[in-house]
């Protein structure tokens, strides 16, 4: 069964570093989503992509944040200068390409704790 | 602002009997609505989507309801086992449908 896969599973970093975190989503699929949990707190989005570039972002997706999709089949979230509140589980997701409904297909999550 | 409502006690109950869980929203008229489930340290997995035009749907032991003047979507569990033990989550698209926003979720426990 087709399945979305992120790496690392888990990253340490120190504050004010750069992160990188990536994704794999389903071959066929045409959106690609990123969400992050805090530890005993909702899931929140960060941000859509479609078409090679961001359809929506939250508030939390400040210019410390980017996403890309490098080369068709990668999708990566690059944090520039981590910080102790971006310590969270970072979910990728995706949709197949059937108009505005759809599930979400999440991946197993990327932990980072930044000291 | 728009907000999702859901039970964040845990809801305790016995093994075979239906557990009822309750998503509330305010400021949102949604095309549809979705449920997922989540165990602990992993990602969502989606459940069921139901529609703004329908009133009920169901998938094996699931059975999810959704009335838009009430703004409140129902999900069902029949049966319980204690393998349905998650937290379970009810999510909303935006109206360009180009996001889910996820409620806070409720935790379910089904003992033995």
């Known amino acids: 069964e087709p399945e979305v896969t992120q790496t690392p599973s888990h990253q340490v970093t120190q504050m004010g570093q750069e992160v990188i975190l990536r994704c794999v989503p389903i071959s066929n699929h045409l959106y690609f989503y990123w969400y992050r949990q805090i530890l005993g707190q909702k899931v929140e989005f960060l941000v859509s992509f479609y078409n090679n570039e961001i359809s929506e972002k939250s508030e939390i997706f400040d210019d410390q944040f980017s996403v890309e999709r490098p080369d068709g089949s990668n999708f990566t979230l690059k944090i520039r200068s981590t910080k102790l509140e971006d310590s969270a589980m970072y979910f990728c997701a995706s949709r197949a390409g059937t108009g505005r409904v759809g599930e979400l297909f999440f991946g197993e999550g990327s932990r980072l704790t930044v000291l | ?19 009822t869980l309750t998503c509330n929203y305010t400021n949102y008229s949604p095309a549809y609505l979705q449920w997922y489930r989540q165990d602990p340290g992993r990602g969502p997995v989606f459940l069921l989507l139901i529609r703004e035009n329908e009133k009920e749907k169901r998938k094996e032991r699931l059975k999810v309801t959704f009335d838009t003047t009430l703004k409140q979507s129902l999900f069902h569990i029949t049966a319980s086992q204690p393998a349905d033990s998650a937290t379970y989550l009810c999510a909303l698209p935006n109206n360009a449908g180009n996001m889910l926003t996820f409620g806070g979720g409720t935790r379910l426990m089904v003992k033995p």
């Not at chain 2, 602002?1 to 557990?19: M, Y």
């Open chain 2, 1 to 19: 602002s728009q907000k999702i409502e859901q039970n964040s006690e845990a809801l305790n109950i016995q093994e075979g009997k239906t557990a």
